[in-house]
């Protein structure tokens, strides 16, 4: 049962543009969410969380929205830069219980 | 600060052996965790540990054993390795709880032939 899916397991953008990473979630209870940026060889790494008391998080070029009621949320990236290429993964967590991670979305921004 | 520091960096194992994988963090946090990575998926929690001395299941949890007898240090221990386990793993570390920012560290890649 994936409870947090990444439809998407690639996305190629040109520098400069927006690059938009999805991500859909069946729990309902589940309060808190996060994307994590992995580059190769290397552990994932925090990059920005949104709670679900909120709509919207927004950190330099990182924006995160969440559609509680269409289970729904993305990661916009603004303006897309060549070291953004990572492999970007959305994690949502129930109160009080671990992280639920996606497959995680390829991201390319090609110069 | 080193952060969260895994060795070895890769390993292949035969079927029915067994071998640790060590974790250390230098952060002085309490909860640490080990995940595994299979390609195509995300990362799926292994075990966690809230402090010295207490470690609790996570999602995946059979064929592997862990410990913490410290702060710094939580091994991950596979007996009896077989095909089912090859995957990257990672260990990560945060202050408090699963709310925290975990931090990763750079992750084992183990075959098991």
């Known amino acids: 049962d994936q409870q947090v899916k990444q439809n998407s397991p690639s996305l190629s953008v040109q520098e400069g543009r927006i690059s938009i990473l999805n991500c859909d979630y069946t729990n309902s209870m589940f309060d808190y969410f996060l994307w994590y940026k992995k580059y190769p060889a290397e552990g994932p790494t925090f990059l920005i969380s949104?709670?679900?008391?909120?709509d919207k998080n927004e950190d330099g070029r990182f924006t995160v929205f969440l559609n509680k009621s269409a289970k729904h949320l993305s990661l916009h990236i603004v303006p897309s830069q060549p070291g953004d290429s990572a492999v970007y993964f959305c994690?949502?967590?129930?109160?009080?219980?671990?992280?639920?991670f996606g497959e995680g979305t390829q991201l390319t921004v090609n110069p | 600060n080193a952060g969260v520091t895994q060795t070895p960096k890769f390993r292949i194992l035969k079927i029915g052996q067994s071998m640790t994988l060590q974790c250390t963090q230098d952060?002085?946090?309490?909860?640490m965790y080990w995940y595994r990575q299979d390609p195509g998926m995300g990362l799926k929690l292994i075990y966690y540990?809230?402090?010295?001395?207490?470690?609790d299941k996570g999602e995946v949890p059979n064929g592997y054993n862990v410990s913490r007898s410290t702060t710094e240090d939580f091994p991950l221990r596979l007996e009896l390795a077989a095909p089912s386990q090859t995957s990257v793993y990672f260990c990560a570390s945060s202050y408090r709880g699963f709310t925290d920012t975990q931090y990763f560290g750079p992750g084992t890649r183990l075959t098991v032939l």
């Open positions: 540990s809230v402090g010295a001395g207490i470690t």
């Open positions: 949104i709670s679900s008391i909120k």
């Open positions: 952060m002085n946090h309490n909860y």
């Open positions: 994690a949502a967590r129930e109160l009080g219980s671990r992280l639920t």
